[in-house]
């Protein structure tokens, strides 16, 4: 089975720049999750799908980022303008129903930094 | 809201001795996930144990097991005899049941001495 999959895996970019990520998740998981890692702490969630709607977008800065899941598989999260403690790793999960004791599976993440 | 912290920034262990890394959680529901990850330095989440609220034995997974203590709210991790490769982060989390979000703690750095 095929696990979460991201790209890019690295991206420098200036600040006010714009950038975007991809996530292709587990094949029949209906719950995909963003979440933000900035150095030495842990993710923190930035918006979760449930199919192609979203469930929680509380702590996403809707001003700068924005994230989609059109036909409720890939999705992909945007920043712009970006700033720079934006620099994190961006991580990317998914799960089958996204409750109870269910694993969360993690993609590899994308390392971004803002110059 | 739900809280995780973890205390301990960084542990060391010698290689084949156990080791317990700390976690304490806080929330007012009834109805709640733990999880342990491992985060090595290439930076990918592994999943390594859960346990559910009202689960009355503490989990295990091989050379992992959870030690819940629910009146303290406490969900420490336990490695048994400790290996090179354990050297990571390992990140505490919890997820109430119905709601889908986990919360994470800002993790323990453990390294293994050989």
């Known amino acids: 089975e095929a696990g979460v999959a991201q790209s890019p895996r690295y991206k420098i970019i200036e600040k006010r720049q714009s950038v975007a990520f991809w996530c292709n998740p587990i094949s029949g998981h209906a719950t995909l999750y963003w979440y933000q890692q900035i150095l030495g702490q842990g993710p923190k969630l930035l918006i979760q799908?449930?199919?192609?709607?979203?469930?929680?977008d509380s702590q996403l800065p809707k001003d700068r980022f924005s994230a989609e899941r059109l036909k409720g598989v890939d999705s992909t999260l945007k920043i712009q303008p970006a700033k720079l403690e934006d620099s994190a790793v961006y991580l990317c999960?998914?799960?089958?129903?996204?409750?109870?004791?269910?694993?969360?599976?993690f993609g590899p993440g994308t390392r971004l930094l803002v110059l | 809201a739900q809280k995780i912290t973890q205390t301990q920034p960084g542990m060391f262990v010698q290689e084949k001795e156990a080791v317990t890394l700390d976690c304490t959680y806080d929330?007012?529901?009834?109805?709640?996930?733990l999880f342990w990850y491992k985060q090595p330095s290439s930076g990918e989440m592994i999943f390594l144990i859960y346990q559910g609220s009202y689960d009355e034995q503490n989990a295990t997974e091989g050379r992992y097991s959870l030690n819940f203590q629910k009146a303290r709210k406490s969900a420490n991790l336990v490695i048994s005899a400790s290996q090179l490769g354990d050297s990571a982060m390992y990140f505490c989390?919890?997820?109430?049941?119905?709601?889908?979000?986990?919360?994470f703690g800002d993790g323990t750095t453990l390294t293994v001495k050989p």
């Open positions: 799908f449930q199919n192609n709607g979203v469930v929680d």
């Open positions: 929330t007012s529901d009834q109805s709640y996930g």
């Open positions: 989390a919890m997820r109430v049941t119905n709601a889908g979000k986990s919360t």
């Open positions: 999960a998914s799960s089958f129903q996204g409750v109870g004791q269910e694993t969360q599976y």
